[in-house]
């Protein structure tokens, strides 16, 4: 086998959701502790593809995902690969802040307790008070722990979400439009966040905001209508587009 | 010409609006009419059954009856040391004929009375005592002025003679009215001065018992397995359809099914709240899947997406999430659902506990009846009185099925979370 450097490689994924396809065909290489963005119109299969990263895709009934997607060398649409341990090693933020509505402290110890990563009640304190920290959400709310997670502000709730996915460990962040909900000062405040993540995570992130993508990722792919239609270094594609339809697209002609 | 015309239509809507808000305020002020007068009827004629009219008697025992009681309480005579002393209050009264008129003037199960009496205080055994024992139910009526003592005597159940010694009692101050707590201590009896719904109530209870111990855990997981777990295909679907349908079914369908199948087949007891708990948990089962079902649908996907995204699996996802946050609305369903199989009647009538029974059931397999069985066989009976007791058997069921109704709205608005 040829030795890949690659963190994510995915070779010809076609996903169907009943007879519709949604994705045809997507090559694509993602680089460990990079920031990579996915751009393009609504409906065009980037938040698709993003959900084929941790199989969210086997929740939605009657959606099909063909095709080979390795990471760190192991396909995980394999038979072999548990899906809960490949969904603690990939962290996923939403959409819109999806807090249990359970305390903050809870909501970031959950996932190493049920994953069983602290062995003691200290250790967890620490896991989530590390977690926090690294999610730039510790001093807003060090003093009230037990306050209900959906007490917190937009901003606050998409970070603790944030904090709840870096608290197992994981090694990629996948982010579907982690900002589309919140207001331009909590955006900032995000952003600054995952500038700060990608020295420790591979960051996957879905956004509709071109100057957001072009802040962010060192590498951005366009989609359009289900397929890839250029991956390149981000300078590259918004200042020297070599595909028409993203010159269009980063031009504000489609959208 | 255009302002006039808009100004024609706009007078329009505004009339057709405030006509709709009329219809649908006319209709709830009618259905609320229609129960409070339902309720309040129902709740005036049960008036006269919560007092109850008792006769105070002179009592006392021989030197023999006191022997007698120290031996064994079982072996006073009670039934002639209550007629002895009760005719000895009337000196005057000889014949064999008036006497036994005099004695109806008691319940029948006036005795029991004063037995508790003496077993209560055995430090009275010597003393002259005044024992208060219920009236039978016609005196009752009559002291409660329902029976008309102006009638002529053969259109009343009570003779003149009785009237006479009833107003001797009266003005011997040796009536008393006092509060029936026997509807709640005694069970059924063929006398109404006597009968009570402890039977019914405790009935109701057992057979509650078996039917949320049977229906709440079947229903939840076979709710969670079709809501959660379950491929949605052809063969889902008509599992779905027909709890659907069995949610329709007509209720005395169950007990055919709990007649021909528990005691036909299966042998279980006759009249026992395990085999009446049973048919009505198979009767809840189809309400509480589908309440379950709703209640775990309306739990946003997104809090799923956030479990499943930190890596939980299914089982975890259902029992530390869709479950806990489903419960209010499971809980609300499954109440709702017993408070229904509580009124029920018919499918216990297919397995025996329509029935008269005297004895307090004391465990799930003993011979029971259930309050609304008991409502339906004392609205049969022909004494008058039990025209009052039904009532009042109606009101205190129908406070239990509303305190019922009260807990799970208490229930939901403790759990209730928002998102």
């Known amino acids: ?255 | 010409m255009t302002d006039n015309f808009t100004e024609i239509r706009l007078r329009k809507r505004y009339r057709a609006e405030k006509r709709f808000k009329i219809y649908s305020v006319s209709a709830l002020i009618l259905a609320l009419l229609i129960l409070a007068t339902l309720i309040s009827s129902i709740a005036i004629s049960s008036i006269p059954a919560f007092t109850q009219i008792n006769i105070g008697i002179d009592v006392k025992m021989n030197d023999d009856q006191i022997l007698q009681f120290e031996e064994d309480p079982e072996n006073v005579s009670w039934r002639s040391l209550q007629k002895k002393s009760f005719y000895s209050m009337f000196p005057d009264v000889e014949t064999r004929k008036d006497k036994k008129e005099l004695n109806k003037l008691l319940s029948t199960g006036a005795y029991i009375e004063i037995k508790k009496f003496y077993l209560d205080n055995p430090n009275k055994l010597p003393d002259n005592n005044i024992i208060y024992v219920p009236a039978s139910d016609d005196v009752d009526l009559l002291i409660k002025d329902i029976i008309d003592r102006d009638l002529p005597q053969d259109m009343r159940t009570i003779s003149d003679n009785q009237i006479s010694y009833l107003d001797k009692l009266i003005s011997n101050n040796r009536i008393k009215k006092t509060i029936s707590w026997r509807l709640f201590s005694n069970s059924d009896s063929r006398e109404p001065e006597l009968a009570g719904l402890k039977g019914g109530i405790v009935g109701t209870l057992l057979t509650m018992f078996v039917t949320l111990i049977i229906s709440f855990p079947i229903g939840v997981l076979a709710a969670i397995y079709l809501e959660e777990i379950a491929p949605k295909n052809k063969f889902t679907d008509i599992i779905e359809v027909n709890i659907n349908n069995l949610a329709a079914v007509p209720s005395i369908v169950y007990g055919l099914l709990g007649l021909a199948v528990f005691l036909n087949y299966m042998n279980m007891p006759r009249s026992a709240p395990l085999v009446g708990g049973i048919v009505l948990a198979l009767m809840t089962l189809p309400v509480i899947i589908i309440a379950t079902r709703a209640a775990m649908a309306s739990i946003p996907p997104s809090i799923r997406e956030a479990a499943y995204g930190v890596g939980a699996s299914q089982m975890q996802v259902i029992v530390h999430h869709v479950f806990p946050l489903a419960l209010p609305g499971i809980l609300t369903g499954t109440i709702i659902g017993i408070a229904r199989a509580a009124g029920e009647t018919a499918p216990l009538l297919m397995i025996g506990m329509m029935a008269f029974i005297v004895d307090v059931p004391s465990k799930i397999t003993d011979k029971a009846t259930v309050l609304p069985a008991q409502i339906y066989m004392w609205a049969n009976n022909p004494e008058r009185s039990f025209e009052y007791l039904t009532s009042a058997a109606i009101l205190i069921l129908l406070v239990i099925l509303i305190m019922m109704n009260l807990l799970a709205i208490l229930l939901r608005k403790k759990y209730e979370r928002r998102w």
Request: proline fraction near 4%; charge should be negative; aromatic fraction near 6%.
């Open chain 1, 1 to 255: 086998m040829i030795p890949n450097q690659y963190k994510i490689t995915t070779s010809n994924v076609n996903v169907d959701y009943g007879n519709k396809r949604a994705l045809h065909d997507i090559n694509l290489q993602i680089e460990e502790k990079e920031v990579t963005a996915l751009i393009g119109p609504s409906g065009c299969g980037k938040s698709t593809f993003i959900r084929c990263l941790n199989r969210m895709n086997d929740l939605i009934e009657g959606c099909k995902v063909e095709g080979k997607i390795m990471i760190d060398e192991v396909d995980i649409n394999s038979p072999d690969t548990d899906i809960v341990e490949l969904r603690a090693r990939i962290g996923m933020v939403f959409q819109k802040p999806n807090p249990f509505p359970k305390s903050i402290y809870d909501n970031v110890a959950y996932g190493p307790r049920i994953h069983g990563l602290a062995k003691s009640n200290e250790d967890l304190d620490n896991i989530v008070t590390k977690s926090l920290k690294r999610a730039g959400l510790w001093n807003e709310v060090e003093d009230r722990l037990d306050a209900s997670g959906l007490s917190l502000s937009g901003g606050q709730q998409q970070r603790l979400c944030i904090a709840r996915a870096i608290a197992v460990n994981p090694d990629i962040l996948l982010m579907d439009e982690p900002c589309s909900a919140l207001d331009p000062i909590a955006t900032a405040v995000i952003e600054e966040l995952i500038n700060e993540l990608k020295e420790r995570y591979t960051i996957v992130i879905v956004t509709h905001s071109m100057q957001q993508a072009a802040r962010l990722s060192e590498k951005t792919a366009y989609f359009h209508l289900g397929k890839m239609i250029e991956y390149d270094i981000t300078s590259n594609i918004f200042t020297n587009p070599k595909h028409e339809m993203t010159e269009a697209y980063i031009s504000g002609r489609i959208g």
